[in-house]
Protein backbone atom coordinates (compact mmCIF):
# COMPACT_ATOMS: atom_id res chain seq x y z
CA UNK A 1 0.00 0.00 0.00
CA UNK A 2 1.53 3.29 -1.02
CA UNK A 3 1.31 6.16 1.54
CA UNK A 4 2.83 9.49 1.73
CA UNK A 5 4.45 11.39 4.45
CA UNK A 6 5.80 14.97 4.84
CA UNK A 7 9.36 15.34 4.83
CA UNK A 8 11.62 17.91 5.28
CA UNK A 9 11.19 21.19 3.65
CA UNK A 10 13.19 21.83 0.47
CA UNK A 11 16.62 22.59 0.84
CA UNK A 12 18.04 23.56 -2.08
CA UNK A 13 17.70 26.70 -4.19
CA UNK A 14 20.61 26.97 -6.47
CA UNK A 15 23.54 25.52 -7.53
CA UNK A 16 26.78 26.32 -9.46
CA UNK A 17 29.23 24.77 -11.51
CA UNK A 18 32.73 23.58 -10.13
CA UNK A 19 35.20 24.17 -12.54
CA UNK A 20 33.69 28.45 -13.36
CA UNK A 21 31.54 30.76 -11.72
CA UNK A 22 28.68 30.23 -14.61
CA UNK A 23 25.32 30.28 -12.02
CA UNK A 24 22.71 27.68 -13.03
CA UNK A 25 18.97 27.28 -12.14
CA UNK A 26 17.53 25.27 -9.23
CA UNK A 27 16.43 21.98 -10.52
CA UNK A 28 12.75 20.95 -11.06
CA UNK A 29 11.57 17.95 -8.79
CA UNK A 30 12.89 14.62 -10.32
CA UNK A 31 14.88 16.65 -13.27
CA UNK A 32 18.33 15.97 -13.65
CA UNK A 33 20.11 19.45 -14.82
CA UNK A 34 20.94 20.02 -18.16
CA UNK A 35 25.00 19.54 -19.31
CA UNK A 36 27.28 21.65 -21.56
CA UNK A 37 28.07 19.83 -24.83
CA UNK A 38 31.46 18.76 -25.12
CA UNK A 39 33.35 15.87 -24.24
CA UNK A 40 33.71 15.39 -20.34
CA UNK A 41 37.03 15.07 -18.81
CA UNK A 42 37.60 13.48 -15.37
CA UNK A 43 39.52 15.43 -13.26
CA UNK A 44 40.38 15.02 -9.83
CA UNK A 45 39.16 17.46 -7.02
CA UNK A 46 37.11 17.79 -3.25
CA UNK A 47 33.77 18.66 -1.59
CA UNK A 48 33.38 20.13 1.45
CA UNK A 49 30.76 18.44 3.42
CA UNK A 50 28.14 19.21 6.02
CA UNK A 51 25.63 16.69 8.24
CA UNK A 52 22.35 19.06 7.90
CA UNK A 53 20.07 18.60 10.59
CA UNK A 54 21.29 15.43 12.08
CA UNK A 55 22.66 13.97 14.44
CA UNK A 56 25.43 11.62 13.31
CA UNK A 57 28.59 10.71 13.02
CA UNK A 58 30.95 10.86 9.74
CA UNK A 59 32.83 7.52 9.16
CA UNK A 60 36.31 7.75 8.00
CA UNK A 61 36.59 6.55 4.88
CA UNK A 62 33.34 5.19 4.53
CA UNK A 63 32.27 5.69 0.63
CA UNK A 64 30.29 8.12 -1.25
CA UNK A 65 28.26 7.89 -4.39
CA UNK A 66 28.47 11.52 -6.62
CA UNK A 67 26.52 11.67 -9.35
CA UNK A 68 27.77 14.96 -11.34
CA UNK A 69 24.57 15.52 -13.69
CA UNK A 70 27.21 14.29 -16.79
CA UNK A 71 28.29 10.90 -16.25
CA UNK A 72 25.87 7.83 -16.38
CA UNK A 73 27.52 5.83 -13.26
CA UNK A 74 28.73 7.79 -10.36
CA UNK A 75 32.00 8.00 -8.72
CA UNK A 76 33.24 6.94 -5.67
CA UNK A 77 34.16 9.63 -3.12
CA UNK A 78 35.78 8.60 0.59
CA UNK A 79 35.02 10.70 3.67
CA UNK A 80 38.43 12.61 5.25
CA UNK A 81 39.33 14.83 7.19
CA UNK A 82 36.79 14.64 9.85
CA UNK A 83 36.15 17.89 12.35
CA UNK A 84 34.14 18.03 15.10
CA UNK A 85 31.18 20.42 14.23
CA UNK A 86 29.93 18.34 11.17
CA UNK A 87 32.11 19.09 8.51
CA UNK A 88 34.36 16.66 6.27
CA UNK A 89 36.36 16.59 3.14
CA UNK A 90 35.72 14.20 0.48
CA UNK A 91 38.09 13.42 -2.15
CA UNK A 92 37.48 12.10 -5.54
CA UNK A 93 37.16 12.56 -9.12
CA UNK A 94 34.74 14.14 -11.36
CA UNK A 95 33.99 15.26 -14.66
CA UNK A 96 34.60 19.37 -14.81
CA UNK A 97 31.74 20.28 -16.85
CA UNK A 98 29.26 19.13 -15.02
CA UNK A 99 26.01 22.00 -13.45
CA UNK A 100 24.84 19.78 -10.20
CA UNK A 101 25.98 17.06 -8.29
CA UNK A 102 24.37 15.00 -6.27
CA UNK A 103 26.12 12.52 -3.16
CA UNK A 104 24.84 9.63 -1.61
CA UNK A 105 26.23 8.66 1.71
CA UNK A 106 27.18 6.24 3.39
CA UNK A 107 26.95 4.62 -0.88
CA UNK A 108 25.76 0.95 0.65
CA UNK A 109 22.51 2.26 2.08
CA UNK A 110 21.20 3.37 -0.93
CA UNK A 111 19.30 0.83 -3.39
CA UNK A 112 19.40 3.07 -6.25
CA UNK A 113 19.70 6.96 -7.45
CA UNK A 114 17.98 7.71 -10.61
CA UNK A 115 17.73 11.31 -12.12
CA UNK A 116 17.59 12.70 -8.45
CA UNK A 117 15.40 10.17 -6.81
CA UNK A 118 16.59 7.91 -4.51
CA UNK A 119 15.66 4.54 -3.31
CA UNK A 120 16.36 3.06 0.05
CA UNK A 121 15.82 -0.31 1.41
CA UNK A 122 15.13 -0.76 5.25
CA UNK A 123 16.35 -4.33 5.71
CA UNK A 124 14.44 -6.73 7.99
CA UNK A 125 18.10 -8.07 9.34
CA UNK A 126 20.15 -5.28 10.72
CA UNK A 127 23.44 -5.40 12.72
CA UNK A 128 23.86 -3.62 15.57
CA UNK A 129 25.47 -0.18 15.19
CA UNK A 130 25.97 1.91 17.78
CA UNK A 131 26.56 5.29 15.50
CA UNK A 132 24.38 7.18 13.58
CA UNK A 133 25.35 6.38 10.21
CA UNK A 134 23.05 9.44 9.25
CA UNK A 135 22.07 8.04 5.67
CA UNK A 136 21.69 10.86 3.65
CA UNK A 137 21.62 12.92 -0.04
CA UNK A 138 22.84 15.83 -0.71
CA UNK A 139 23.17 18.27 -3.49
CA UNK A 140 26.40 20.87 -4.26
CA UNK A 141 26.44 24.03 -3.96
CA UNK A 142 29.46 26.23 -4.27
CA UNK A 143 31.63 22.89 -3.92
CA UNK A 144 29.58 22.06 -0.79
CA UNK A 145 27.92 19.31 -0.50
CA UNK A 146 25.01 19.53 2.05
CA UNK A 147 23.51 16.61 3.52
CA UNK A 148 19.90 15.82 4.46
CA UNK A 149 18.96 12.85 6.35
CA UNK A 150 17.51 10.35 4.00
CA UNK A 151 15.96 7.41 6.75
CA UNK A 152 14.45 7.57 10.14
CA UNK A 153 15.72 5.69 13.48
CA UNK A 154 14.63 3.93 16.77
CA UNK A 155 17.15 3.44 19.56
CA UNK A 156 17.84 0.48 21.87
CA UNK A 157 19.62 0.64 24.96
CA UNK A 158 20.83 -2.71 26.23
CA UNK A 159 22.16 -2.96 29.29
CA UNK A 160 22.20 -6.92 29.60
CA UNK A 161 24.91 -9.16 28.66
CA UNK A 162 22.79 -12.18 27.54
CA UNK A 163 20.76 -10.83 24.67
CA UNK A 164 21.33 -12.92 21.07
CA UNK A 165 18.95 -11.28 19.07
CA UNK A 166 15.97 -8.35 19.50
CA UNK A 167 13.13 -7.78 16.98
CA UNK A 168 10.36 -4.82 16.59
CA UNK A 169 7.07 -5.47 15.72
CA UNK A 170 4.32 -2.57 15.01
CA UNK A 171 0.68 -2.76 14.88
CA UNK A 172 -1.57 -4.49 12.44
CA UNK A 173 -1.40 -2.24 9.22
CA UNK A 174 1.66 -0.82 10.40
CA UNK A 175 5.30 -1.37 8.76
CA UNK A 176 8.93 -0.91 10.03
CA UNK A 177 10.82 -2.51 6.92
CA UNK A 178 10.17 -2.08 3.08
CA UNK A 179 11.59 0.19 0.54
CA UNK A 180 10.89 3.77 -0.28
CA UNK A 181 11.96 6.22 -2.49
CA UNK A 182 12.21 10.04 -2.46
CA UNK A 183 14.10 12.90 -4.31
CA UNK A 184 16.73 15.04 -2.89
CA UNK A 185 14.23 18.25 -4.37
CA UNK A 186 10.82 16.91 -3.34
CA UNK A 187 9.08 16.77 0.57
CA UNK A 188 7.69 13.62 -0.07
CA UNK A 189 8.23 10.16 0.87
CA UNK A 190 6.60 7.31 -1.61
CA UNK A 191 6.76 4.00 0.22
CA UNK A 192 6.60 0.52 -2.07
CA UNK A 193 3.69 -2.32 -1.29
CA UNK A 194 6.65 -4.89 -0.17
CA UNK A 195 6.68 -3.99 3.01
CA UNK A 196 6.73 -5.94 6.37
CA UNK A 197 5.68 -5.11 10.57
CA UNK A 198 9.00 -6.83 12.27
CA UNK A 199 12.71 -5.95 12.09
CA UNK A 200 15.18 -7.84 13.80
CA UNK A 201 18.86 -6.91 14.61
CA UNK A 202 21.77 -9.55 16.20
CA UNK A 203 25.72 -9.68 16.51
CA UNK A 204 26.80 -12.06 14.16
CA UNK A 205 29.74 -12.59 16.84
CA UNK A 206 27.38 -13.69 19.37
CA UNK A 207 25.49 -11.95 21.93
CA UNK A 208 24.61 -8.06 21.68
CA UNK A 209 27.31 -6.06 23.47
CA UNK A 210 25.89 -3.48 25.90
CA UNK A 211 24.95 -0.25 24.53
CA UNK A 212 22.71 2.03 22.92
CA UNK A 213 21.88 0.76 19.09
CA UNK A 214 20.71 2.88 16.23
CA UNK A 215 17.80 0.56 14.30
CA UNK A 216 16.57 2.11 10.85
CA UNK A 217 13.17 2.11 10.05
CA UNK A 218 10.23 3.10 7.78
CA UNK A 219 9.22 6.75 8.42
CA UNK A 220 5.66 7.11 9.04
CA UNK A 221 3.24 6.87 11.84
CA UNK A 222 3.10 4.06 14.33
CA UNK A 223 0.32 3.57 17.54
CA UNK A 224 2.33 0.85 19.22
CA UNK A 225 5.78 -0.83 18.81
CA UNK A 226 6.72 -4.21 20.42
CA UNK A 227 10.29 -5.52 21.63
CA UNK A 228 10.92 -9.29 21.79
CA UNK A 229 14.37 -10.04 23.66
CA UNK A 230 15.73 -13.16 22.42
CA UNK A 231 18.27 -14.64 25.30
CA UNK A 232 21.29 -16.67 24.69
CA UNK A 233 19.51 -20.03 26.38
CA UNK A 234 16.61 -19.37 24.56
CA UNK A 235 14.19 -17.83 26.59
CA UNK A 236 12.42 -15.39 24.76
CA UNK A 237 10.74 -12.19 26.68
CA UNK A 238 8.03 -9.76 24.67
CA UNK A 239 6.78 -7.73 27.59
CA UNK A 240 8.42 -4.16 26.36
CA UNK A 241 5.23 -2.61 24.58
CA UNK A 242 5.61 1.11 24.17
CA UNK A 243 2.15 2.52 23.21
CA UNK A 244 2.67 6.40 23.14
CA UNK A 245 1.97 7.26 19.09
CA UNK A 246 5.49 7.93 17.35
CA UNK A 247 5.45 10.00 13.87
CA UNK A 248 8.95 9.83 11.93
CA UNK A 249 9.90 11.67 9.36
CA UNK A 250 13.32 11.48 7.69
CA UNK A 251 16.03 12.12 10.04
CA UNK A 252 14.02 11.67 13.32
CA UNK A 253 15.38 9.37 15.61
CA UNK A 254 12.89 7.94 18.49
CA UNK A 255 14.45 6.56 21.76
CA UNK A 256 13.36 3.96 23.35
CA UNK A 257 15.59 4.52 26.12
CA UNK A 258 16.47 1.44 29.19
CA UNK A 259 14.65 -1.29 28.06
CA UNK A 260 16.58 -4.46 29.23
CA UNK A 261 17.61 -4.21 32.45
CA UNK A 262 16.04 -5.11 35.62
CA UNK A 263 14.08 -2.30 36.30
CA UNK A 264 11.99 -2.23 33.38
CA UNK A 265 11.10 -5.63 33.27
CA UNK A 266 7.40 -6.59 33.49
CA UNK A 267 6.65 -7.83 36.84
CA UNK A 268 5.96 -10.96 38.04
CA UNK A 269 2.97 -11.58 39.58
CA UNK A 270 2.97 -14.01 42.96
CA UNK A 271 -0.22 -14.93 44.90
CA UNK A 272 0.05 -14.34 48.25
CA UNK A 273 -2.90 -15.65 49.21
CA UNK A 274 -6.44 -16.86 48.17
CA UNK A 275 -9.76 -17.35 50.41
CA UNK A 276 -13.47 -17.58 49.70
CA UNK A 277 -14.08 -13.35 48.57
CA UNK A 278 -10.45 -12.31 48.70
CA UNK A 279 -7.31 -13.19 46.77
CA UNK A 280 -3.87 -11.01 47.70
CA UNK A 281 -1.33 -10.97 45.31
CA UNK A 282 2.18 -9.12 44.81
CA UNK A 283 5.20 -8.09 42.90
CA UNK A 284 8.70 -7.02 43.29
CA UNK A 285 9.02 -3.47 43.39
CA UNK A 286 10.66 -1.48 40.55
CA UNK A 287 12.68 1.75 41.35
CA UNK A 288 11.46 2.86 37.60
CA UNK A 289 7.80 2.35 38.11
CA UNK A 290 6.16 5.87 37.73
CA UNK A 291 2.85 3.52 38.83
CA UNK A 292 1.00 0.62 38.21
CA UNK A 293 -2.43 -0.81 36.67
CA UNK A 294 -4.13 -4.15 38.26
CA UNK A 295 -6.78 -6.12 35.83
CA UNK A 296 -9.09 -8.68 37.32
CA UNK A 297 -10.12 -10.35 34.09
CA UNK A 298 -8.61 -7.91 31.59
CA UNK A 299 -10.87 -5.16 33.38
CA UNK A 300 -8.63 -2.58 35.04
CA UNK A 301 -9.43 -2.15 39.09
CA UNK A 302 -6.98 -0.28 40.28
CA UNK A 303 -4.30 2.07 39.71
CA UNK A 304 -1.50 2.48 42.19
CA UNK A 305 1.86 4.69 42.89
CA UNK A 306 5.01 3.00 42.08
CA UNK A 307 5.92 2.53 46.13
CA UNK A 308 2.92 -0.12 45.52
CA UNK A 309 4.18 -3.74 45.68
CA UNK A 310 1.06 -5.75 46.31
CA UNK A 311 -3.18 -5.84 45.92
CA UNK A 312 -6.06 -7.41 47.60
CA UNK A 313 -8.74 -8.30 45.12
CA UNK A 314 -12.38 -8.31 47.46
CA UNK A 315 -16.30 -8.79 47.20
CA UNK A 316 -15.00 -12.12 45.06
CA UNK A 317 -17.55 -14.50 44.58
CA UNK A 318 -17.09 -18.13 45.84
CA UNK A 319 -15.84 -21.20 43.96
CA UNK A 320 -14.70 -18.96 40.98
CA UNK A 321 -11.87 -18.36 38.62
CA UNK A 322 -10.17 -15.13 37.87
CA UNK A 323 -7.22 -13.98 35.74
CA UNK A 324 -5.13 -11.51 37.30
CA UNK A 325 -2.46 -9.32 35.27
CA UNK A 326 -0.65 -6.15 36.16
CA UNK A 327 0.90 -3.29 34.15
CA UNK A 328 3.69 -1.17 35.09
CA UNK A 329 4.10 2.40 33.86
CA UNK A 330 6.96 3.93 33.24
CA UNK A 331 8.54 7.07 32.18
CA UNK A 332 7.34 6.92 28.05
CA UNK A 333 5.97 3.09 27.84
CA UNK A 334 4.21 0.50 29.96
CA UNK A 335 4.65 -3.21 30.44
CA UNK A 336 2.16 -5.74 30.73
CA UNK A 337 3.19 -8.76 33.26
CA UNK A 338 2.22 -12.71 32.74
CA UNK A 339 -1.44 -13.26 33.63
CA UNK A 340 -1.88 -15.22 36.89
CA UNK A 341 -5.28 -17.49 37.15
CA UNK A 342 -6.40 -18.59 40.45
CA UNK A 343 -10.28 -19.64 42.09
CA UNK A 344 -11.47 -18.88 45.03
CA UNK A 345 -12.50 -20.99 47.66
CA UNK A 346 -15.67 -22.54 48.58
CA UNK A 347 -17.88 -23.92 51.29
CA UNK A 348 -20.52 -26.48 50.26
CA UNK A 349 -23.55 -28.09 52.59
CA UNK A 350 -23.10 -31.37 52.12
CA UNK A 351 -26.90 -32.69 54.27
CA UNK A 352 -29.56 -30.37 55.73
CA UNK A 353 -31.20 -32.43 58.31
CA UNK A 354 -33.99 -31.60 60.46
CA UNK A 355 -31.58 -30.75 63.55
CA UNK A 356 -28.26 -30.48 61.95
CA UNK A 357 -26.03 -29.68 58.34
CA UNK A 358 -23.06 -30.49 56.87
CA UNK A 359 -20.75 -28.56 55.45
CA UNK A 360 -17.80 -28.37 53.62
CA UNK A 361 -15.10 -26.32 53.06
CA UNK A 362 -11.74 -25.70 50.59
CA UNK A 363 -8.39 -25.18 52.28
CA UNK A 364 -7.26 -21.25 52.36
CA UNK A 365 -4.20 -21.95 54.27
CA UNK A 366 -3.26 -21.23 57.68
CA UNK A 367 -3.92 -17.51 58.93
CA UNK A 368 -3.85 -16.80 62.70
CA UNK A 369 -1.89 -18.35 65.30
CA UNK A 370 -3.57 -18.93 68.83
CA UNK A 371 -2.43 -20.84 72.02
CA UNK A 372 -4.82 -23.41 73.28
CA UNK A 373 -5.85 -23.31 77.50
CA UNK A 374 -3.01 -25.90 77.91
CA UNK A 375 -0.43 -23.67 76.24
CA UNK A 376 -0.16 -25.78 73.06
CA UNK A 377 -0.05 -23.85 69.85
CA UNK A 378 -2.85 -24.26 66.91
CA UNK A 379 -3.15 -22.59 63.64
CA UNK A 380 -6.70 -21.03 63.01
CA UNK A 381 -7.89 -20.90 59.76
CA UNK A 382 -11.28 -20.17 59.50
CA UNK A 383 -14.37 -19.20 61.06
CA UNK A 384 -17.92 -20.64 60.86
CA UNK A 385 -20.72 -19.43 61.39
CA UNK A 386 -24.59 -20.40 60.93
CA UNK A 387 -27.03 -17.79 61.14
CA UNK A 388 -30.84 -17.79 60.99
CA UNK A 389 -30.96 -15.00 58.30
CA UNK A 390 -29.58 -14.90 55.38
CA UNK A 391 -27.45 -11.52 55.74
CA UNK A 392 -26.05 -13.40 58.63
CA UNK A 393 -27.14 -11.50 61.26
CA UNK A 394 -28.63 -13.65 63.70
CA UNK A 395 -25.43 -16.54 64.96
CA UNK A 396 -27.48 -19.79 66.00
CA UNK A 397 -24.11 -21.37 66.31
CA UNK A 398 -20.00 -20.36 65.42
CA UNK A 399 -17.05 -22.82 65.33
CA UNK A 400 -13.41 -22.11 64.53
CA UNK A 401 -11.69 -24.74 63.63
CA UNK A 402 -7.89 -25.56 64.14
CA UNK A 403 -5.69 -27.64 62.16
CA UNK A 404 -6.53 -30.77 64.05
CA UNK A 405 -9.64 -31.04 62.58
CA UNK A 406 -10.20 -32.46 58.93
CA UNK A 407 -12.39 -29.43 56.60
CA UNK A 408 -15.50 -31.77 56.91
CA UNK A 409 -17.33 -30.61 60.19
CA UNK A 410 -21.32 -31.70 61.51
CA UNK A 411 -22.70 -28.68 63.03
CA UNK A 412 -25.82 -29.12 64.79
CA UNK A 413 -27.69 -26.55 64.99
CA UNK A 414 -31.58 -25.02 64.56
CA UNK A 415 -31.12 -23.60 61.44
CA UNK A 416 -29.84 -24.55 57.73
CA UNK A 417 -28.94 -21.18 56.69
CA UNK A 418 -25.44 -20.80 56.31
CA UNK A 419 -24.23 -17.95 55.45
CA UNK A 420 -20.67 -16.13 56.33
CA UNK A 421 -17.39 -17.65 56.08
CA UNK A 422 -13.92 -15.14 57.49
CA UNK A 423 -10.63 -15.82 57.56
Not at 170 to 179: C, H, M, N, P, V
Request: aromatic residues 12%.
Amino acid sequence: MDFINKLLTLFCTSAAILSCVKEVDAPQAGARPQTQDGTPELCDTEFAGIIDKLNGEWIHDASVLVYDGVSENPVSYKVSEISDDGYCILTGQVYNTSEMYFALYPAEGFADFDNGTVTVSVPVQQEPHQENICLAAAVSSDNTLTFSPMASYVTLKVISDNIRSVSITAAEGEFLAGTYTTTVYEPYVVISDDVTREITFSSAEGNIARGEYYVQVLPGDYTSLNVKVTYDDGTIYSGNTIKTPIHLELGDVFRFGKLFDEYLNAPVINMEQVAFNSAKVSWPSSAAAKGYNVYLNGRKVAELDGNASSYVFNDLEMSATYTASLEIVGESMTEMSSEKTFKTSGIRMLDNGRHHVVIEWDEVGKVYNGTTGSGSEFDRGYYIGVYKDAACTQPVYEFIPYDAMTSRYYGFATSSLIGKVGG
